[in-house]
């Protein structure tokens, strides 16, 4: 077994947790929410067995470093964070159903990474920018906050469902009627989005004091710290509009779901579609 | 309104908060489209004279130090200092009340509240101090004719951590302005064997005393099986008026610091120059030349004659030289070195040992922040205020024990500023061990 393909095992596995998760939605089985959640945590731990791997892989090729330094490393660490926090807050809020919304983000990120052919598998060597403990912290922080995000554009779609739903009758009407009422689901957004904004700030900081150790400038207004900005302005608004114009409801709900495109430019789009100092995350 | 009031209604408005900061927002996306810091031919080549004369006139080709973006900036920067001084007055009494004066009716009125009436004797028999102190909080109390009144917080300060936040901003605002004024970036190119006692601004090629001489004693390098640099690192010296006073090797992500200016290993050249050391091994004398490429040089005294008269390349790095060597009269000997390595040569009676490196020059880049260090203490009060703004509450208990009626009451209530689910939760676990304790 190597990290390969266990990565490539935890593709279809997170396919198949989307299918129960949405089950649930169908069927009205109060079981299925059990096996859908153990299916998904254990699928979890084949991920981050295969994560550990690439690892150790890459000691044993010599040019050993944490698995997190190409653009598939860092799709495959975002997708293991996503579902991190989504059973986070499936513990946390005992809603099940978010599931179906949540799962899908890990498991088309992990598609994207298996069948890409944009992206290089191979575990490659570092340049000396990349050797540093550094490497670690910003990586990882930037992340958690990423899926945080993710996973407050899923609660979003659930929200804006939920809330056109319940003005009709029908099948549709039927689903959202099993989705938590929305005024929780609005407020576990709200909870996501502070997370992911405390976590994205961590990232944007790690990242200046990495850089000022690295190249003497803790900030240049290259094109990845200016989106990341971007991105950290724009939920800084929303938890202003929230806090002191009383924004909730539909408005956030769009908010998150914005606020993730802003995501993922910063993450994905400024590698192929700029350039700049970060050109390490493409390919 | 007098003008004061305008101005000031204007500058402490969330709406111009979320203004700014989506025009912030907006703006800064331009910045990463239009290339910044080229030349005018540049964007005259790419986007035409007109724009690029429209470029020129909203600075948008560093339109991130532009007067309009600064002006951006000053605008948020008045706008927090502003939002702040006036709202936290009013935060600060709320943190420093004397929170046993409270008019008790106002108790009644809290978010979470309940009222009992007991048998008198049960009432004065119960330590009401101590089962506040069971469940986690300290009271406070006031006794007054026929009534006593109790009072706990926890997490008063945590009102504080939105203003912390804000600060932190204005903080690493402070620090970008004073690393701006008083420090400078540059980069200096050093080969091995050479010092330098100036750099070279970024921001227009200038040369900018340092103050003292930085000197690059050797340069060393790794390369990856597929050629990609793997390590480097330079040992460099810094002098004072000649005398050594520090000797450091550095590598990438390693800096080294000295009286506020740092040097930062970024990049390398290979140069067509070549470091021999030559050793005769009998006497054990040895000197280092430094030698161009496919150029004869001599060591007089040994009577040798050396030329590197071929190199094998991989882009700009050697990886075999070929020395020639010929010691007095004796026939000449060619032999090819392995970069950085040495090889043996016998010349009549005679052993030397010759050593070939490739010259390399440091990359250096050179920067001096004075404000770099409050930047970073404004990033970790940001950290902590967040923390403080979004996972602390202020939670407030009220025991108003009150003997005057006939039927003596206790009024139990409280409130939190955040997070008032939770704080319901703990509310009436408190209840419900009053409530025990009268029981029994």
Redesign the interface.
């Given at each position: 077994m190597d990290s390969s393909q266990l990565l490539g095992i935890t593709t279809f596995t997170y396919m198949f947790s989307t299918v129960l998760y949405i089950a649930i939605l169908v069927f009205r089985t109060p079981k299925l929410g059990g096996i859908a959640t153990v299916f998904t945590a254990l699928a979890w731990c084949i991920q981050t067995a295969g994560i550990a791997l690439r690892w150790i892989e890459s000691y044993r090729q010599g040019i050993g470093h944490a698995p997190l330094t190409n653009m598939y490393e860092s799709v495959v660490f975002f997708s293991w964070t996503i579902i991190l926090f989504y059973l986070f807050i499936e513990w946390k809020f005992k809603t099940k159903i978010i599931g179906a919304f949540a799962v899908p983000f890990a498991f088309l990120a992990m598609a994207y990474a298996s069948f890409s052919t944009d992206l290089t598998k191979a575990i490659n060597p570092l340049v000396p920018a990349l050797q540093s403990n550094w490497l670690i912290a910003h990586v990882v922080t930037c992340f958690v906050g990423y899926a945080a995000f993710a996973v407050a554009a899923a609660l979003g779609i659930m929200y804006l469902l939920k809330n056109t739903a319940s003005e009709t009758t029908g099948p549709a009407a039927g689903f959202s009627s099993r989705f938590p009422a929305p005024a929780i689901i609005d407020d576990i957004i709200h909870k996501t989005m502070v997370f992911g904004f405390i976590w994205l700030s961590g990232g944007i900081i790690t990242g200046a004091i990495w850089a000022n150790s690295a190249w003497g400038t803790y900030w240049s207004w290259d094109p990845k710290e200016t989106w990341s900005l971007i991105t950290w302005f724009f939920y800084a608004i929303i938890l202003h509009t929230r806090y002191t114009r009383g924004w909730s409801g539909t408005k956030i709900a769009l908010l998150a779901i914005f606020g993730f495109a802003s995501v993922l430019f910063t993450y994905y789009g400024v590698n192929f579609l700029l350039s700049g100092l970060h050109s390490y995350g493409s390919g | 309104m007098t003008l004061l009031t305008q101005f000031w209604d204007f500058f402490s408005s969330?709406k111009l908060?979320?203004f700014t900061?989506?025009a912030?927002?907006a703006t800064?996306?331009i910045?990463?489209?239009i290339p910044?810091g080229e030349t005018v031919d540049f964007y005259i080549q790419n986007f035409g004279a007109k724009t690029a004369h429209f470029f020129q006139i909203l600075d948008l080709q560093d339109m991130?130090y532009s007067w309009w973006f600064l002006g951006l900036l000053g605008l948020l920067c008045t706008n927090l200092i502003i939002c702040s001084l006036d709202r936290f007055p009013s935060v600060w009494k709320i943190i420093t009340t004397d929170n046993l004066a409270i008019a008790p009716e106002r108790i009644t009125k809290m978010a979470n509240s309940t009222k009992w009436e007991f048998g008198t004797d049960k009432l004065n028999q119960l330590d009401l101090a101590g089962l506040l102190k069971e469940s986690g909080w300290h009271p406070s109390s006031k006794s007054l004719d026929e009534s006593e009144i109790f009072f706990s917080q926890k997490g008063r300060w945590s009102r504080c951590g939105v203003y912390l936040v804000h600060t932190s901003i204005l903080l690493i605002f402070l620090g970008?302005i004073i690393g701006h004024f008083s420090g400078f970036?540059g980069s200096i190119m050093i080969p091995e064997k050479s010092s330098s006692e100036k750099v070279f601004a970024y921001k227009n090629n200038q040369p900018l005393a340092l103050g003292f001489e930085i000197r690059c004693n050797s340069f060393a390098i790794e390369f990856?099986d597929?050629g990609?640099?793997?390590?480097?690192k330079s040992s460099l010296t810094v002098l004072e008026d000649g005398r050594e006073i520090l000797t450091r090797n550095i590598?990438?992500?390693?800096?080294l610091t000295y009286r506020g200016i740092?040097f930062?290993?970024?990049s390398f050249q290979g140069y067509q120059n070549f470091l021999v050391t030559i050793t005769e091994n009998s006497s054990g004398d040895s000197k280092l030349f430094t030698l161009p490429f496919q150029k004869q040089m001599s060591w007089k005294e040994k009577e040798l004659q050396f030329g590197i008269i071929n190199a094998e390349v991989v882009g700009q790095r050697v990886v075999r030289s070929k020395v020639w060597f010929k010691a007095g009269d004796n026939p000449a000997s060619i032999v090819w070195i392995k970069d950085n390595d040495q090889a043996d040569f016998t010349s009549g009676t005679k052993k030397y040992t010759i050593s070939a490196k490739q010259m390399y020059a440091t990359g250096l880049?050179?920067?001096k922040?004075p404000g770099?260090w409050v930047?970073?203490l404004g990033?970790c009060i940001?950290?902590l205020g967040?923390?403080m703004a979004?996972f602390m509450s202020h939670q407030r208990i009220w025991l108003y024990k009150n003997n005057s009626s006939n039927t003596p009451q206790l009024w139990l209530s409280g409130s939190a500023n955040k997070n008032k689910v939770a704080f319901g939760k703990v509310f009436n676990a408190l209840k419900t061990h009053i409530e025990h304790a009268v029981q029994r």
């Amino acid at each position: 077994m190597d990290s390969s393909q266990l990565l490539g095992i935890t593709t279809f596995t997170y396919m198949f947790s989307t299918v129960l998760y949405i089950a649930i939605l169908v069927f009205r089985t109060p079981k299925l929410g059990g096996i859908a959640t153990v299916f998904t945590a254990l699928a979890w731990c084949i991920q981050t067995a295969g994560i550990a791997l690439r690892w150790i892989e890459s000691y044993r090729q010599g040019i050993g470093h944490a698995p997190l330094t190409n653009m598939y490393e860092s799709v495959v660490f975002f997708s293991w964070t996503i579902i991190l926090f989504y059973l986070f807050i499936e513990w946390k809020f005992k809603t099940k159903i978010i599931g179906a919304f949540a799962v899908p983000f890990a498991f088309l990120a992990m598609a994207y990474a298996s069948f890409s052919t944009d992206l290089t598998k191979a575990i490659n060597p570092l340049v000396p920018a990349l050797q540093s403990n550094w490497l670690i912290a910003h990586v990882v922080t930037c992340f958690v906050g990423y899926a945080a995000f993710a996973v407050a554009a899923a609660l979003g779609i659930m929200y804006l469902l939920k809330n056109t739903a319940s003005e009709t009758t029908g099948p549709a009407a039927g689903f959202s009627s099993r989705f938590p009422a929305p005024a929780i689901i609005d407020d576990i957004i709200h909870k996501t989005m502070v997370f992911g904004f405390i976590w994205l700030s961590g990232g944007i900081i790690t990242g200046a004091i990495w850089a000022n150790s690295a190249w003497g400038t803790y900030w240049s207004w290259d094109p990845k710290e200016t989106w990341s900005l971007i991105t950290w302005f724009f939920y800084a608004i929303i938890l202003h509009t929230r806090y002191t114009r009383g924004w909730s409801g539909t408005k956030i709900a769009l908010l998150a779901i914005f606020g993730f495109a802003s995501v993922l430019f910063t993450y994905y789009g400024v590698n192929f579609l700029l350039s700049g100092l970060h050109s390490y995350g493409s390919g | 309104m007098t003008l004061l009031t305008q101005f000031w209604d204007f500058f402490s408005s969330v709406k111009l908060a979320i203004f700014t900061l989506c025009a912030l927002a907006a703006t800064s996306i331009i910045g990463t489209l239009i290339p910044q810091g080229e030349t005018v031919d540049f964007y005259i080549q790419n986007f035409g004279a007109k724009t690029a004369h429209f470029f020129q006139i909203l600075d948008l080709q560093d339109m991130y130090y532009s007067w309009w973006f600064l002006g951006l900036l000053g605008l948020l920067c008045t706008n927090l200092i502003i939002c702040s001084l006036d709202r936290f007055p009013s935060v600060w009494k709320i943190i420093t009340t004397d929170n046993l004066a409270i008019a008790p009716e106002r108790i009644t009125k809290m978010a979470n509240s309940t009222k009992w009436e007991f048998g008198t004797d049960k009432l004065n028999q119960l330590d009401l101090a101590g089962l506040l102190k069971e469940s986690g909080w300290h009271p406070s109390s006031k006794s007054l004719d026929e009534s006593e009144i109790f009072f706990s917080q926890k997490g008063r300060w945590s009102r504080c951590g939105v203003y912390l936040v804000h600060t932190s901003i204005l903080l690493i605002f402070l620090g970008a302005i004073i690393g701006h004024f008083s420090g400078f970036k540059g980069s200096i190119m050093i080969p091995e064997k050479s010092s330098s006692e100036k750099v070279f601004a970024y921001k227009n090629n200038q040369p900018l005393a340092l103050g003292f001489e930085i000197r690059c004693n050797s340069f060393a390098i790794e390369f990856y099986d597929n050629g990609m640099p793997k390590e480097y690192k330079s040992s460099l010296t810094v002098l004072e008026d000649g005398r050594e006073i520090l000797t450091r090797n550095i590598e990438v992500n390693s800096p080294l610091t000295y009286r506020g200016i740092t040097f930062y290993q970024s990049s390398f050249q290979g140069y067509q120059n070549f470091l021999v050391t030559i050793t005769e091994n009998s006497s054990g004398d040895s000197k280092l030349f430094t030698l161009p490429f496919q150029k004869q040089m001599s060591w007089k005294e040994k009577e040798l004659q050396f030329g590197i008269i071929n190199a094998e390349v991989v882009g700009q790095r050697v990886v075999r030289s070929k020395v020639w060597f010929k010691a007095g009269d004796n026939p000449a000997s060619i032999v090819w070195i392995k970069d950085n390595d040495q090889a043996d040569f016998t010349s009549g009676t005679k052993k030397y040992t010759i050593s070939a490196k490739q010259m390399y020059a440091t990359g250096l880049q050179v920067a001096k922040d004075p404000g770099v260090w409050v930047v970073y203490l404004g990033c970790c009060i940001m950290l902590l205020g967040l923390f403080m703004a979004f996972f602390m509450s202020h939670q407030r208990i009220w025991l108003y024990k009150n003997n005057s009626s006939n039927t003596p009451q206790l009024w139990l209530s409280g409130s939190a500023n955040k997070n008032k689910v939770a704080f319901g939760k703990v509310f009436n676990a408190l209840k419900t061990h009053i409530e025990h304790a009268v029981q029994r």
